[in-house]
């Protein structure tokens, strides 16, 4: 069954230090995973995605992730945060046996401090 | 361009009462429209998939319905709401095609349902 694991559920990081958002997940088949932030009140806005291809995956605002079959993980990273970051953060997978069904990790809230 | 709407932003109902949820798309055709639901607590969870009018597909049983009455228009109910349907609801929106290629699912600003 496909899921999707996001260790952390809070992170706080300084303004200008570097992020790593954790996501694991499980899916049969070769997965297409993305990653959502959703600021306070909003919907959720895509931040990047991974079909194929190069597994070091460029998204919006400076962010990337990092596609690792071994180790079934699809991080974020981003080397400097800004206070405009802070938000909630989605990684997902698709699962196309139906619908284009996403199914959504828990979340990481990241709160960044001046 | 393409806009979605969602409304009620906020909506606070005691259990038993009815429900409806409204969510229209702007500026396409056709398109595929979702309902998540996100709990506290948890991750996101497709509710309802449509792709055209009167075209349902329910993911997971639950004490809600949806329906599509008109091809940009897609509509989140209960007859009578219970404590576990509180949560932060999100409709969805995709560029209907026959290809099984995946085409990005466009998010709403949600409404957030408290059941008391």
């Known amino acids: 069954a496909q899921s999707v694991t996001q260790p952390d559920i809070h992170i706080t990081v300084s303004e200008g230090a570097s992020l790593e958002l954790r996501c694991n997940y499980s899916?049969?088949?070769?997965?297409?995973l993305f990653w959502y932030v959703q600021s306070p009140g909003q919907g959720l806005q895509l931040l990047l995605k991974?079909?194929?291809?190069?597994?070091l995956v460029q998204g919006i605002k400076g962010f990337e992730a990092e596609f690792k079959r071994s180790q079934s993980s699809f991080n974020l990273r981003k080397p400097s945060v800004h206070w405009s970051d802070a938000a909630e953060y989605f990684c997902?997978?698709?699962?196309?046996?139906?619908?284009?069904?996403?199914?959504f990790g828990t979340g990481t809230r990241l709160t960044v401090i001046p | 361009s393409q806009t979605i709407h969602q409304w009620p932003a906020t909506l606070v109902q005691p259990v038993g009462s009815p429900l409806s949820l409204e969510c229209t798309v702007e500026?396409?055709?056709?398109?595929?429209l979702y309902w998540y639901r996100q709990a506290a607590g948890r991750g996101l969870q497709l509710l309802f998939y449509?792709?055209?009018?009167?075209?349902i597909s329910s993911e997971v049983p639950q004490n809600l319905s949806a329906s599509r009455p008109q091809d940009r228009q897609f509509i989140l109910s209960s007859k009578k709401l219970l404590l576990s349907d509180s949560g932060f609801y999100l409709c969805?929106?995709?560029?209907?095609?026959?290809?099984?290629?995946?085409?990005?699912?466009?998010f709403g600003p949600g409404t957030r349902l408290t059941v008391l």
């Open positions: 500026g396409t055709s056709n398109p595929n």
């Open positions: 899916y049969g088949a070769t997965p297409y």
């Open positions: 969805a929106w995709e560029h209907g095609t026959f290809s099984s290629a995946y085409n990005e699912q466009f």
């Open positions: 991974y079909f194929s291809g190069d597994t």
């Open positions: 449509s792709i055209g009018i009167d075209q």
């Open positions: 997902a997978v698709l699962d196309q046996t139906g619908a284009n069904n996403l199914f």
